[in-house]
C-alpha cells in the first residue's frame, strides 16, 4: 500500500494481533506445556506455566502402553495412500469438467459434493457387513478406499475450481502444435496445475489423518492408526492430564508440522477459486 | 472450443470418478434403506423380520428426534456465524502491516491441524472440566464460581470447540480474498473520503462474499455430520441436550444396537441433508457462476 | 526369513510337548481400566511363557470398547480373539453360541476357586463362558479426617439419612471439598448402575413382574429426590459428567468427602502413589434405608472371554488362562505390590494373609460381593435377575436413555417428577416395541 504506516500503528496493530494468536494457539501451548509435566504439576493450582520439573517420562509412558510407530506408520499409509489414489481419480474427472464443460457439469459436480453430506453413522452397519465379507476388515486397503470415497468429491471439485483458472488459449496453442490428449495432459496442463494438485494433496491429508469415524471403526490393532491411539486415553483412570497431552502431543505434532511446513501452498489452494 | 472426440474423451475421464462414487452412495444406501424396513436388532440375531414403516414411526415419534434436528441447526448456524464473522474481522486485522506476521499466521493457523478427538479431549479436560480445568481457576481466582461448561451449557460448549478447529480455515480463505483486493481501488474510494466504514462495507465486504460462500459450503458439509467432539465431551448430553442427528442415529444403531431404527433414522438424515445440499447449491451456484 | 525360520524351530520343538504351535498373533481387546494397563506391563511373563504368541492389544474407553465388540461379534466379524466384556453380556451372548466355553484350561487353573456370585454370573448350562479378570461390588469410601472433623463417627450400617448429615457437615466448597460425589454421567453402566442400586437399597425395582416399568413409584421418587438433593447441595460441579474416573480422580486429589462406588477403587484411591489421601480412607458397606437391610450391592465383573468365532482358540485360550490365574495374582504382587492385584475373583486370595494385612479394604470388598443379591435384587418381587442392571438384552438401550434423562434432572435441566414421567415414558415405549411381556 502506498499509504505511509506510523510506527505506532503498527505497534499496536502487532500487539493486537499476538494476542489474538496467541489465544488461539493456547490450548495447543498448553498441551505441549502439560506434556512436560508430571501428574501432579499437570492439575497443580495455581496452575504452573513454565516453571516446573520439566520430565518426559510421560512420553515413555504412553509408548510403553501402545505401539506408537505402528500407528503412526498406519496413518501416513492411510492418509498418503487415500489422498493418492483420490488424485488419480479426479484428475482426469476434473480436467474433462473444467474443459470440455457438458450441460451436466455443474449438476454433477453438485450431486458428488452432496454425497459427502451423507451422515457416516447411518451406513456403518452396511460397511461392516460388506467389509467382513470382502476380508476388509482392519486392513489399511479397506481404509484406504473408504477415505478415497471419503473424500473425492473435496478432491474433484478443489482440482476444478483449479484448473478452471488455467487458460484455454494455451490449451489450443498446445494442440495447434499436434499435441493429443495425454501429452496435453503431461507436458501442459500438469505443470501449471502442480500447485494446485499440491495443495489439494495437503488438504486431503490432513482430512485422511483426522478422520476418526471410520479410522476407529473399521480397525483392531493391525491396520489402527492414531485415532485409535488416542481414543485409548479419552477417560483413564486416575490422574491422566499429563498421559493425555503427551499422548495428544504425538498424535498431532506430525501433521501440525506438515502444516506450518506447506503453508503457503495450502493456503493457495484453500480458496477453492473463491479469490479473482 | 471442445470437439466431438474431446468431449467424448471427457466422458470417459469423468466416468471413473462418477462410477465409483455412484457406487459408493448406492451400495450402502441401498442396504441401509433395506435395513430401515427391518426389524432389525444385531443383539437378536436371526429375528429380522419385515416391519414396514414401523422404523420410521418410531424415529419420528423419538421424543429426541425435534431436539436433535433443533441442535443441528444451532450447531451448524452457530459455528457459522462464529467463524465468519470472527474470520472476516481476524483477516482484516491480519491484513494490516505487523512485526511477526509469518509467525502469527502460523499460530492462527495451528488448530486447524488438530484431530477432532483431540481437541475435544483437550478442552473437556483441561480447559471445561469446572473443578481441574483452566478456565475453572480463572474464574476462582476471580473470585467467581466455576461455570460448568459441558452440563451448563452443552451445545455451546460444543460450538465453541468446534468453532475454535475451523475458525483458521475461515480466516485463511478470507485473508487471502482480502489480499487480492485492488488496494487502488481502496486508494480511491479514500480519496473521495470513504471512511474506513463505508470502504469496509461498501468495497471489502462485497469482495469478501464469494470467499464467504465458499467458507459457508465447505464448512456445512463437515458440520452437518459432527461427531467425535459430541462423543467425547457430553455423549449427546445431558438429556438430549447436545445430542444432534448424527449423534441420534449414531446412538440408536450402536449404542442400542437397533439397526432397523438407526438405518431409518440414517435415511431420514440423509434426505435433510440432501434438503440443505440443494438449499446451498443453489445459493453457491449463483455466487460462483461467472 | 530368519524370523520364519526360527518360528518354525519353536514350532519343532513344542511339537514334542504335544502342542499345535506356530507363531500365531492373536488381538485382545480390552477397556482402559489401571488393572488391565498393568496386565500390559506384565506381558514380559506371557512371552517367555509362549514365545510362541504374540498378543495385539486393542485398548479402548468402555463405552466405545462395548460397541466395537458388540458389532464385530454380532456380525461375527472376527476380528478379537480374546474380548474384556462384563457380567452382563456374558450370559446374553452366551445363549447367543457366541461364546467358546472354558473347559480344559490347564491343570493349575482351578476354577473352582472363583467366588461362587462371580462365577455363578459367568455361567452358563454349567458351563463358564467366561474368566473374571477382576469383580466388584459396590461400597462407601470415605475421609476418615473430614468425617471426625464433622464430629461424626461412621455407624456399621449407615442409612441414606446419615449420609446426607455427613455430606451436610462435610462439605466446605471454599475449599473445594465436596460432602459427596457419585455418578452423573449418563449410560447403563455408569450413573444407572448406581442408582438401581440406590433403589433398590430403597425398595424400589425397574419392573413388576408383567414388565411394567414403576418409575411412577413412591419408591423411585424416594431414590431420586435423595440423589439430587444430594449431589445439587454437596455435590461436585459438573456432576451430570463425573463417571467412575472422574470421581475417582476427585477422590484422589481431596476433593470428596464420601464416595459411594466401586470396591475396585479402593487399591487407587488407598495408593499414597496416586492417591492425597491415602492415609485417611475408611470404608464401610453402601448405605441402606433408614430402617432396612437391603444395601443393593452391585455385582461388576470384567471377563476375558473368547469368540467362538476365533480361529486361534487355543493361543487365545492360553492367554486367558495366563491373565486370570493364580499366578498372574503372583506376578502382580511381585511387581506392583501385593495390594494392587486385580481383587475379587478366586477366594484363595482372600484366604492370603499378607494380601488381608496389606489390603485394608479387603474384608469389605468381599463381603460386599458376597452380599451382593443378583437373583432378587428389589425387596419387591421382579421378573429378572441383576443387580444393578437388568439381565435383558434390550437393557442397554433403556438404561441408557433413562441414563440420559436422569443425567439431565442432575444437570437442572429438569426436575424429580419430570425425569421420572420422562423415564417412565420411555420405558414403556421400548418394552412395547420390543414386546413384553414375552
Redesign the interface.
Known sequence: MARTVTTQRKVIVTAIAWTIAIAIFFPILWTFLTSFKTEADAIATPPKFLFFNWTTENYTTVQGRSNYFLHFWNSVIISVGSTVAALIIAIPAAWSMAFVPGKRTKDILMWMLSTKMMPAVGVLVPIYLLFRDTGLLDTRTGLVIVLTLMNLPIVVWMLYTYFKEIPGEILEAARMDGANLTREIIYVLTPMAVPGIASTLLLNIILAWNEAFWTLNLTASKSAPLTQFIASYSSPEGLFYAKLSAASMMAIAPIIVLGWFSQKQLVRGLTFGAVK | ??TQA??A???L??S???I??FL??I???G??IW?SFLRY?????GGETFAGFENYH?FFTD?NFWPALWNTLTLVLGVLLITTVGGIL?AL??D??????G?????????????????A???K???M????G?F??IAR?LGF??F?F???APLFSIILIVA?QW???AT??LL??LQ?LD?EQL?AAEMDGAGPVSRFFYIMLPHLA??A???I??QT?FL??V??EIL?T????????STN??YL???Q???????GL??A???V??IL??I???FL?RMI?KN?E? | MSSKLRGLLGACSLVALGAAAHAETITVATVNNGDMIRMQGLMADFNEKHPDIQVEWVTLEENVLRQRVTTDIATNGGQYDVLTIGNYEVPIWAAQNWLLPLEDMGADYKPEDFLAPVAAGLTVDGKLYAAPFYAESSMLMYRTDLLEKAGLTMPENPDWDFITEAAEKMTDKGAEIYGICLRGKAGWGENMAFLTSMANSEGARWFDADWKPQFDSPEWKTTLDTYLNLMTNYGPPGASSNGFNENLALFQTGKCGMWIDATVAASFVSNPNESTVAEHVGYAPSPVRAGGDNHGNWLWSWNLAIPASSQKQDAAKAFVAWATSQEYTALVAEHEGIANVPPGTRTSLYENQEYLTAAPFAAQTLAAIEAADTQSPSDQEVPYTGGQFVSIPEFQAIGTAVGQVFSAALAGTSDADQALAAAQALTTREMSRAGYPK
Open positions: 472450443m471442445a474431446s468431449r474423451a471427457g466422458r475421464m469423468i471413473p470418478a462418477v465409483l462414487l459408493w452412495m451400495v450402502p444406501l442396504m441401509t435395513f436388532n444385531l443383539l437378536i440375531p418410531y421424543p481476524l486485522l491480519l494490516q502491516p505487523m512485526f511477526g506476521q509467525i502469527v499466521r502460523v499460530l492462527v493457523i495451528a488448530p486447524f491441524f488438530v484431530m477432532p478427538t483431540v481437541s479431549l483437550v478442552w479436560n483441561m480447559f472440566n469446572p473443578v481441574n483452566l475453572a481457576w481466582t464460581a466455576p460448568d459441558l452440563s451448563a475454535w475458525l483458521p480455515f485463511l480463505i487471502t480474498a487480492s488496494s486508494e464469494r470467499a460462500t465458499v467458507v459450503l465447505i458439509i452437518l455430520s461427531f467425535a467425547v457430553t455423549n449427546g448430553g445431558p438429556g438430549n441436550a442427528l448424527t442415529v449414531y446412538s444403531s450402536l449404542l442400542q444396537y437397533d439397526v438407526g438405518s433414522g440414517g435415511i438424515a440423509v441433508a440432501n440443505v445440499a440443494i447449491m451456484g460462483l461467472t
